[in-house]
Structure formats: structure tokens, C-alpha cells
């Protein structure tokens, strides 16, 4: 198990606090990482439905899930056998059976048919089919929306979180470096990646590494004018730049990182724009502490870069930590003008101030942890445009 | 881009075509290997909301989509620049905008707010709340669900798509060598997975990889009892069976295959097992022809193991190609008892009988073209269990 019972039943009683609050009785968690969050639960199999029930009033959530999985359920989760219940194949993509049926059926057999129960309204692994079938089967049920409720509870990390993030940021350095070695005039596309890849998931000779709930993204030359491409075969041409956001992960926690590379001799306007960049994040690098709001943040890279006369629409960065495919976001707190959260010790967030323009652009990035006193970066590399010298 | 217009016209003449069968008048895709399959757009973006909107009588398609990523739907797709539609970063991630409510807005802006809507209810990139905001932006709509019917439009390959297909395959067996040729006694899990990793990216001289849908599964010892376990940083021991599925993946288009390796001495049971399997995958692979029914070959194999006392309760296989995370597999056929599809040239499955007991499982897997005449299997490795002495 990754971590003590004693944290997952924490993080069960703060998720009943929550619940408590918002009128809900039984809670149905469909995103993976809340699920893993609170059971411990570890497997790709999120691609078919699987759930985590929590009930206000039992000690022990449920989980449920296809058949195949139950023997995952039982090798990675603190919950008792009695409690990972498997339903058929039948409901595996099928047009007349959905496992949503067979969720309501357990519910009512364990009478929770009348009770509030709150669904993650908007996340990808609860569907609006999923939701129109809940209602068909427990037509007497009051239903909530309880999108991001366990992603709240899991905004300030634990200390062990915290050690797990600091792994992760060895690896994405080593991954970054890798990348960034390789980056030269003639060199495939793909063949950075792979080395990319293979750094983030063979780790260190002490610990190894995760797959990153994103893939390495690579946009050069004109695409990074947008910054979620990924790679293709084709070969680096002189004066390219190389845009690399990627993350290090270890046991799902992640921490990502973004620089770029310039192939030969960068034009002024990029010259400019790292420039800016590279001040606007020191800048809030600097300001960031315990206390403040996070639209201050913004304030603060706003007011740096518009100095040079720079304007971004775009958020500055957003909370994260453990998580799974598609994104290592945990979609509560946002960098950005309008977010009053109050910066707590133990946040952890993305700082990644790109700048897109019409055929170029520049990230720099960095995953962040509030300290006591102000903020510490989980990696250490320098954050200027990295030249690469023709050979 | 990867196909020619062409072949895009025809996609989408052939979706059009389903659509007035289901009278379906404006199409709201969101299923990335959808959108991808009409327009071209390949990005790792469909974190965030995005949408191929297909109207019955324009010719176009419009893809809607975040802000940052409006660049790379230029770059990749067949678009005009008008019908690539900017949603503002102020709806990501939000409590107080969904992006369907801009996308009900551009709906009636284009006066389409009185048709019948089709919408993927059941597909990870179209959540409940999104279905929420949608009626509540267009009252006047009627919608329909609309799950599959792209998918269904994918169920028969181009030959260009076969053609991606076979290089994924070359992929896929030189990951799955590589795999199987570093699981020793004392090499850690990580190891193993990042060689796979690399391998599946760098692809070969000719071609690079693109990432599967699916990242390696590979669990070992016990943990065979179940299919989606990934990896962790331990070292295999003597005895250990170790379990790899994996895919090749060329420009989206999938290859994948399992198999079993043991390292040191099988136990009698797992010996048996792995017979039993490869001689039920053999006698499907032997039946397989167009003109008959997906049930058969389930039939076949059930028959098969039958003799030996096994019994499966899981499906088969499935058709798949084209796709994105978090599953390679199309959700439309299914080879299992009750599938009636009828088999036809060009069809491609997944042809993966697992047997997972209570402590120890076996898969082997073949991806497979249905041919005028029979059935090929994309990739050529032997099926047994692949035993690897101690060195």
C-alpha cells in the first residue's frame, strides 16, 4: 500500500466533513485519482466504469468494478473483501446493460435508494449516460453535484504526498535534461520522446518512475504557437525552437516541468519573449507565500510582462499532484485573475506561464510547493532559453 | 495530414449518412479518436472540452476547442480557418462558465438551435454536466444520443488505415521482443516497461511511434490474476510468470498484442493454462472468415477450452484501430456470445482470450484483419509461453 491506513481513513473522514456540509449521504466517485485517493486503488482499467462508494454513515467505502479488475481491487486498496463487489462483462459495452444499472441495484439492496447522493457531475470518467441511467434506477434518490468535492480535500498534501512530489521532480529533471541533451539539427522527433520516456519510467537506481497522466508534449518550429502537440517523426532543422512540457511521476504524483530549447541561433522576438517570460515567473516565484490570494500571483506576472508590453489570456497555473490520464490537473484552485484561494503550507501547483504567439512561442514552468515562509520550486534547472549550438 | 481530403469526405459523407437514418440533423462530437477521424486534429487537448460539430447540410465540419489549441487544429486538420471556433480561457476549469455554453451559444448564432442534436452520451469527453448545460443553452433543441454512430462509420478500414495499422504491428512485436528479452530474475518492473516504452516510441529507421492509448500492462507473479496492473519498481523473482500487453501505435492507429513469459520453471497448472489458451486462439484464428457471425468465434474458442474444464466469462476481443487514452478498443463489436455483427473484409479486432484464475492468469492475443478469404494477424510472434531460463 502507498500510504499508512491511518492517512487514507484522514482522508475519509475529511471527504464525510465535506459531505456533511454539502447534505450528501452516499457519495459515488468516478474519477480515478480521487479513487485511488481514498482506497489506495491502482490499475488502467478507469476505461471501463468503476466505483468508489462512500457512504456517510459506513467506515469503509465501496468499491465497484468489471469482474476482471476485483483481484486488482483486492492487491491494491486497505479495503476489506466484502466490500470490492465486481459486476459481469455483460455490462461492458453493451448496448442493453450499463454498469450505472448495476451500481443502482447494489444501492438499493443495501438500502441507500432514498438517500442524497452526490455524483462528480463533470468528469470524465462519469458520463452523461451514466447519470441519466442513475436516475432511471433510483428514481426516489435526491442527486447532487459533487464534481471536485474529494479534489478539494486533496489541495493541501500530506507530507508524504509531499515526498512522493519531490521524487517525482528527480525524475523530471533527469527527463528534461535527457530531452534537452538530444535536441540538435537532424535528430528525429520521436527519437526524443522515447529517450524522454524511457527516463521518466525507469526513474533512478533507488526508486522507479510512473507513467505522467500526459505524454511528453513537443511542439517545434511554428507549432509552438501551441502548446498541445505532441511529436512526429520528422527531423529538427536549424533555427527550430523545441517547446518540452513534461513531468517526472512516482506511485501517481507528479511534477511537471517546462522549458525550451532553441536549435542554432534564435530569432530577436524569441530572444525577447524568454526574456519576459523568464522574469514574470521569477518575479512571482518570488512574491509567492503563505497568506496571499492567488490572483495576486497573476497580479504580479501581469504587471512584469505588460512592461514589455506582453498580454496573456490564458491561466497562469493550476493545483496538482496525484493524478491519471487525461491530465495531472486537479481543476480546483486556478492561477489566474478571480481566484481568491488564500495560498496555504502544502499547496502544490503548476506555475506555467506560456506565451503562445501567431507562429511562436515560449514556456517556462515550474511545479511549486507554499512553504512557512513563501515557496520552494521541487526541481532546480536553469529557466532561460537553452541554446543549442550547431554541431 | 495524414489521409488525403479525400479520404476525409468520404468519412464524412458516410457519417452524414447515418445521421439522416437516425435523423440527426447537427452531430456534437467530443470522442478525440472521432474528431480526429473527420477533420484530422491530433493533439493531447482533449483534457479540456473540444467538439467536431457536424451540420447535415453544411459542408464542413466546425471544430470548437480552447483557445491555445485553435493553432493546432490549423495545423492539423483539413479545416477552413473559419470553422476552427476560440473559446476563451475564462471557461476552463470554472465554476461559474461551462465551454457548452458557449458552444449553445455558437449553436444559435448559426440559427441551429431548433434541430435535433446528437450527442456521444457515453463517451469520456462528454460528461453529465456538459449534457446538463447543453439543454439548458438550447431548450428548444431535441437531442438524441448518438453514442457510437462515428464509431460504427470506423468499424471497416481504408486500406491506407490497414497500411498504418501494419506499422504499428512491426512496432508492437519489436516492443514486445524487447520486453520479453530483458524480464530476468533480479530486473525491476520499471526497467522493463521503460524499454518497452522507448521501443514503442522510436519506432523503427523508416518510422517513428506515436503513444498507444494505453500504456504497457504488465503484472507478474500473484498480480496475473488480473489484467490492468501496470508496474512497480520491484524486482522479478524465480517463478515469477510475468503478463505484457501492449501496443504498437503508428499516427493513432493501434497494433496491440499480450503475452505470457515464466521465468524460471512453470508450475503444472500454468503450464496447462498457457496450452489450453494457445490452442483456443489457434482454433479461432483458423475459423475466422468473412460471412460469419462475431459470436462463432466465441463459440469455437469456448468449445475448445471446454474440453480441458476452463471456462471464460469475459468477452473475447473487440474491434479497434484509431484512438486516444484511455482505451485502444472502439466500443462498437464485441467477440462474444450474443454479437451478431457479421464479419467483413477490413474489419480489425482484438483478438485477446485472457484466463484470469485466482492467483495466476495467462493472456495471449493476436490483432487481426478480416481478408477476402480468412483472417491475418498484424503481427508474427510465437503464442506460447515464452520461457525464460535463470541466468
Not at 525507469?202 to 522507479?208: N, P, S, V
Not at 501551441?226 to 527550430?240: A, C, E, F, S, V
Request: glycine letters at 6%.
Amino acid at each position: 500500500m502507498t500510504f499508512s491506513t491511518y492517512e487514507y481513513k484522514e482522508r475519509i473522514r475529511k471527504t464525510k466533513e465535506s459531505m456533511t456540509q454539502k447534505g450528501i449521504d452516499v457519495l459515488l466517485i468516478t474519477d480515478p485519482a480521487n479513487i485511488n485517493y481514498l482506497s489506495g486503488y491502482d490499475g488502467w482499467s478507469f476505461y471501463v466504469h468503476q466505483m468508489l462508494v462512500v457512504i456517510i454513515d459506513e467506515e469503509q467505502p465501496m468499491w465497484i468494478g468489471r469482474e476482471m479488475d476485483a483481484n486488482a481491487a483486492k492487491v491494491t486498496t486497505w479495503l476489506y473483501r466484502d466490500n470490492i463487489i465486481p459486476y459481469s462483462d455483460k455490462y461492458i459495452h453493451s448496448d442493453v446493460n450499463h454498469p450505472m444499472d448495476f451500481v443502482a441495484n447494489i444501492l438499493k439492496e443495501i438500502g441507500q435508494e432514498n438517500r442524497n447522493i452526490g455524483v462528480e457531475m463533470e468528469n470524465y470518467y462519469f458520463t452523461a449516460k451514466s447519470y441519466e441511467q442513475l436516475k432511471k434506477g433510483l428514481p426516489n434518490a435526491s442527486f447532487r453535484d459533487a464534481t471536485l468535492l474529494v479534489n478539494w480535500v486533496r489541495l493541501i498534501k500530506s507530507d508524504d504526498e509531499i515526498e512522493y512530489m519531490k521524487k517525482a521532480a528527480v525524475i523530471a529533471e533527469k527527463a528534461m535534461m535527457a530531452g534537452i541533451h538530444m535536441i540538435q539539427e537532424g535528430v528525429r522527433e520521436c527519437d526524443v520522446a522515447a529517450k524522454i520516456f524511457y527516463t521518466q519510467i525507469t526513474g533512478t537506481k533507488e526508486f522507479g518512475g510512473d507513467y505522467p497522466a500526459i505524454v511528453p508534449l513537443l511542439p517545434s518550429g511554428e507549432k509552438t504557437s501551441t502548446p498541445h502537440l505532441t511529436w512526429t517523426d520528422n527531423r529538427y532543422k536549424d533555427g527550430d525552437a523545441v517547446i518540452l512540457e513534461l513531468a517526472g511521476c512516482y506511485r501517481r504524483y507528479h511534477s511537471p516541468l517546462a522549458r525550451t530549447v532553441q536549435i542554432g541561433t534564435p530569432k530577436d522576438e524569441m530572444r525577447i519573449l524568454a526574456e519576459v517570460a523568464v522574469e514574470g515567473i521569477n518575479a512571482c516565484i518570488e512574491m509567492i507565500r503563505p497568506g496571499i490570494v492567488c490572483e495576486e500571483i497573476e497580479e504580479t506576472w501581469r504587471r512584469t510582462i505588460e512592461k514589455s508590453g506582453f498580454v496573456k489570456e490564458s491561466r497562469l497555473g493550476y493545483s496538482m499532484g496525484l493524478n491519471y490520464p487525461p491530465d495531472w490537473g486537479e481543476h480546483t484552485v486556478s492561477i489566474r485573475k478571480g481566484d481568491k484561494t488564500i495560498l496555504q503550507p502544502n499547496m502544490t501547483f503548476h506555475l506555467i506561464p506560456g506565451l503562445w504567439l501567431d507562429d511562436y512561442g515560449f514556456e517556462v514552468s515550474e511545479s511549486i510547493r507554499i512553504t512557512e515562509a513563501g515557496c520552494e520550486t521541487f526541481a532546480n534547472l536553469p529557466r532561460n532559453l537553452t541554446l543549442k549550438e550547431l554541431v
